[in-house]
């Protein structure tokens, strides 16, 4: 490699030589340099060191690297996680820098399976595919690589970390390599709900949304990247005509989840509380474009550009600065939800639809047309919180007391 760069110079130095042959001897040289190369290490290899050296305004990934580390908006924390990521790759692949050709499917492929070897966390996977996904989006707008031929798309990674060697063995350290996830107790949710404006990270959002979310999440049970991707066609008065004392709906809304991680997940549920209601009914006025999200601050992000990435990030950040352990998280609100309306005595059939569970029997998922918005409204009609909670609902709603 240390070759194939000498001559790379040396070949940008000949394209602006008046010397007539001086490219032609450059790629000589790095032709004799190929030859040796496949009688080591094979065709592929020899190509590459050869186009490596004969092509000096294609970039390696080590110049991208440098080139993205340029931009001054970047924090000096992101563009150090850049590097370790960039520098791990190249270390998984055993060269110094290559063309991002280099980086076929299949390496691809073998760097993802070690990095689901390795004792890290989901997130932290995440990242690593984010930030590499982040490298080729680069050299895609500098028209080094095709549009869309990013290696880093469509990979499975595993949610939880390797058992370790102590847990192999029985011991207490490590064997339990992931907490059991749960949901909120009530004192930790209003504690949630209490906690001051704080600013963390580059990106951070206004507590104001954080608690619509939550109270978003804690009773309507909906995932976060469902609750993000509500669009104003998504969301519609059940019975527009009927209305209270304001002269507003009562009746509920209905609300479609048409972006679920499942099949079952894609599902349109009544919600009719008046906090949940009010929430939704405020972020429908503000949005004019009826195509766009009704959190339009949640910018998308992540291997899969996802509308949720960014905010659940923010949401981990916040959740530790507030001292809670691990085993919560917003998705929490979903477990809390469900908790609830197994303890009000919802029929379990119809709990699981709401929520976008697969139904348990082949009757009710084949011979069933689903259940009714009666037999749906009834569920959230069971949806009640101790009263301090349901205080901190309705703040983050602007509802009154």
């Not at 924390?77 to 980086?103: G, H, I, N």
């Amino acid at each position: 490699l240390r070759q194939a760069k000498q001559l790379r110079e040396a070949m940008a130095e000949a394209r602006q030589h008046p010397h007539p042959y001086a490219v032609e001897q450059v790629e000589d040289v790095a032709s004799m340099l190929a030859d040796r190369i496949e009688d080591q290490a094979g065709t592929e290899a020899a190509q590459h060191v050869y186009t490596l050296a004969t092509q000096p305004e294609r970039l390696t990934l080590l110049e991208t690297l440098g080139k993205m580390n340029e931009d001054q908006d970047v924090t000096g924390a992101t563009k150090a996680k850049r590097s370790q990521v960039v520098r791990e790759l190249l270390k998984f692949l055993v060269v110094e820098d290559c063309l991002p050709e280099f980086v076929t499917d299949s390496r691809a492929v073998g760097y993802v399976d070690w990095l689901n070897g390795q004792p890290l966390g989901y997130s932290t996977k995440q990242d690593r595919l984010s930030m590499l996904q982040g490298v080729w989006k680069f050299l895609a707008r500098k028209r080094q690589v095709p549009a869309h031929a990013s290696p880093w798309s469509n990979h499975e990674l595993t949610k939880k970390k390797p058992a370790t060697k102590a847990a192999d063995q029985g011991g207490e350290e490590g064997a339990q390599v992931e907490q059991d996830k749960r949901g909120w107790t009530t004192a930790e949710a209003v504690r949630l709900f209490q906690a001051p404006e704080t600013k963390k990270g580059r990106i951070s959002y206004p507590r104001s949304l954080f608690r619509e979310l939550y109270t978003l999440g804690f009773c309507t049970g909906m995932r976060l990247d469902e609750l993000v991707s509500l669009t104003p066609t998504t969301v519609q008065e059940i019975n527009p005509e009927r209305t209270g004392e304001e002269g507003k709906a009562e009746a509920g809304l209905l609300v479609r989840a048409a972006r679920s991680k499942t099949e079952a997940g894609v599902r349109s549920i009544p919600v009719l509380h008046p906090a949940a209601v009010a929430i939704l009914r405020a972020r429908l006025q503000r949005q004019t474009d009826p195509s766009a999200s009704l959190f339009p601050e949640c910018k998308p992000g992540g291997p899969d550009n996802r509308l949720s990435w960014q905010v659940q990030k923010a949401l981990g950040r916040d959740r530790d600065a507030l001292g809670f352990g691990r085993e919560v998280d917003f998705h929490s609100t979903r477990r809390s939800f469900m908790t609830l309306l197994e303890q009000a005595g919802a029929q379990v059939v119809h709990a699981q639809r709401y929520v976008g569970h697969r139904v348990p029997t082949l009757m009710h998922s084949v011979y069933s047309d689903g259940a009714s918005l009666d037999n749906l409204r009834k569920v959230a009609e069971l949806v009640r919180y101790p009263e301090d909670l349901e205080a901190e609902f309705r703040k983050a709603a602007g509802l009154k007391a």
